[in-house]
């Protein structure tokens, strides 16, 4: 099957969902069709928002959990003011600069951007880091979410909370999933993006993935 993409198919969901594994395995699709690509991590875009980090460790405004795995997760607690005035904006300028340097120039390169975590990821840590579960009404959260580009294709993988707890170690507890999962759910029905279950096999997962591509039109088959 040759697949011809759109320029930039961006994957988001709560961690476990398999975003990882099948934004490879769609850019292994991609390569052994001969396309250009690059696959990108739109975990963490921290710019000016790095040293900021630091001042409000500092302040204790963010609770380190250590994980069972000897990994540390850190829980932000930015809804005080003005910290939670200010955090959404500084985030903002973060993303302008990561899109540009992350997908714009490649795309203008000519390669297909396969994006693992997007804009919308970014946009709903915001939310839980702040406690404002309705950002995405702002004004900030809507010029968020007016950097996704006009020609993107955004999927959502979802799963229960209980499987993806299972499938990850380095998750400190369950409530962390559950906020999440919500907001996604409501940012993606408000924004008709498509929703894919995976609590099936990884194969089911990802013909439904292709199918929701190449009903979109973004993505043709030829056998």
């Not at 997760?73 to 005035?85: C, F, K, M, S, T």
């Not at 229960?160 to 400190?172: G, H, V, W, Y």
Request: proline share 4%; glycine share 4%.
């Amino acid at each position: 099957m040759e697949l011809l993409p759109s320029r930039l198919i961006c994957v988001i969901g709560v961690d476990g969902s398999g975003k990882t594994a099948h934004t490879k395995m769609l850019l292994s699709e991609l390569k052994i069709s001969g396309r250009k690509c690059k696959y990108v991590w739109f975990r963490e875009p921290y710019f000016f928002s790095f040293p900021l980090m630091y001042v409000f460790r500092i302040l204790h405004l963010t609770k380190v959990i250590c994980l069972p795995n000897k990994r540390i997760q850190g829980e932000h607690r930015y809804n005080v003011n003005p910290i939670a005035l200010v955090w959404p904006w500084v985030r903002l300028v973060d993303l302008i600069i990561w899109i540009v340097w992350q997908v714009y120039i490649p795309v203008w390169r000519g390669f297909v951007v396969i994006c693992d975590r997007f804009i919308h990821d970014i946009l709903v840590d915001v939310m839980i880091d702040i406690n404002n579960l309705k950002l995405y009404h702002t004004l900030v959260g809507q010029l968020m979410l007016k950097l996704v580009p006009s020609f993107s294709m955004v999927v959502m993988l979802d799963i229960s909370e209980a499987t993806a707890f299972q499938r990850k170690n380095d998750i400190a507890h369950l409530n962390y999933l559950v906020a999440r999962r919500r907001l996604y759910h409501e940012i993606s029905f408000c924004l008709k993006i498509p929703i894919i279950n995976t609590d099936k096999s990884f194969n089911a997962v990802h013909k439904d993935l292709q199918e929701i591509i190449i009903s979109l039109g973004n993505w043709s088959s030829k056998v």
